[in-house]
């Protein structure tokens, strides 16, 4: 059982960074939408 929950706790650890990483290439993405629209 514990093996069990150190396993979810790993692949929920790597899912948050995972969206972590997303949220902020998609921040990135919108900046340079901004700079664009100013051109």
Known sequence: MQFM???F???FSNLGMHIHGLAH???G???V???N???
Request: charged fraction near 45%; aromatic fraction near 6%; hydrophobic fraction near 30%.
């Open 25 to 27: 290439a998609a921040s």
């Open 9 to 11: 706790h790993d692949e």
């Open 33 to 35: 939408l901004e700079e």
């Open 5 to 7: 929950q150190m396993k």
């Open 29 to 31: 993405y919108h900046r």
């Open 37 to 39: 629209r100013k051109l």
